[in-house]
């Protein structure tokens, strides 16, 4: 039995899609925790690319069954979006192979309204996220299991109606045609019906039949919403702690692996402090395509921040980790990792040497050049956690593999 965590460990984006996709081959259930529509996981396999939100990526290969946890909140309109989109790749989508929560949040048009109302500031990805967290919190929100017992209309119209009032009076802007809405999400919630379980016995019961289960994190630890950035962070726990909550199972994880790109990106607004705005960042851009699965928007680059790594890493205590994009770094005549913070909160530079070899398809460390080893052992030594796999490209055999996954 072998149960498996993979976190972003920087603020998302770090490629977790690929090595989830790896893993699911192996496991027989892949548990999502936390978060919504809000991740952009890419998967490729084979010819194929998948870009998922909501859905695990464990669906994508395998004989996996995906569970949408307790601690996620879910989109009717996308989740059926994204089964049809699953379906038109002939991919298996039914209610044996996906699982949604009967206590997780839904998210609903109202939410997405809200989320654009209030929450500019923090450049969200306008899913909703934040507003369906909050009237979890705050005790108003609406659970799948709703859609089951039948109060969902309800529910949903005294939402709509506390909304209406709030942005009319308090905000002063034009509310959504809550009639439109509502037909449309009461369509999808007829297709997501036959989904909606209690997932906590079915995790429960895989774990302790001694199955193989992989935890798959959304976002990143810096995103978290209480050791992130905050306020400029998702509304969800997006490190280790969110995925006993998110899953209501205890889970004892052996293998923690922890997601860390060979630089540093982050989307939306917030701090960074080792951001480049200059050519090597936009460089940095154009070499790793960063640019939001889910929105689009170009992503903010700059160079590895070791002392944040740090404390991702002692919030999780990852015990493995994955660097990824390690190709995009070739060409640089230098490398820059922060090692530390000065008295003003600037960062402390190490400087590397850089590589001009492509390693795009690397799958032996033999074929990395020095410089770029050097700069792996660095990370390894300062982190005090092996770095156990190098993912080298898109493709699943673009892999070098350090130490044994399994
Ligand atoms: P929200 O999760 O849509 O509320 O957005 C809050 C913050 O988290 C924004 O800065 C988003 O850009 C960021 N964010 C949310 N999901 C992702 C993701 O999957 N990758 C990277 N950033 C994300």
Redesign the pocket.
Known sequence: MSNYIVL?AQ???EGKGKIVDMLSAEMDMVVRFQ??A????TVICGDEKYVLHLIPGGIVSGKAVNVIGNGCVVDPVIFSEEVDYLLKKNVVVNPDKIIISLQAHMVTPVHKYM?KVL?KH?????????PAYGDKITRTGIRMESVLDGTFLERFCKQADNARILCERVYQTEFLDIKQAEQELAESVERVRPFIKDSVEIISAMVKSGGNVLFEG???TL?DIDHGTYP?????STSIGGALTGSGVFVDFNKRIGIVKAYT??????PFPTELFDETGERLRKNGNEF????G?P?RCGWLDLKQLQRSFIINGFNYISMSKISCLSGFDYIKAAVDYDVQGKPVYKTFGGWSEEVEGATSLEQLPSACKEYIDFIEDYLNVPVGMISTGPDREHIIFKQPLF
């Open positions: 972003g603020w998302g984006d978060g919504g809000n991740a952009g996981h989320d929450n923090i450049g969200t990805t306008g899913r909703g996220i934040g959304a976002q990143g995103l400029f962070v998702t509304s969800s990106t982050r989307v939306g607004e917030g939001g699965a889910t929105t928007r992503r």
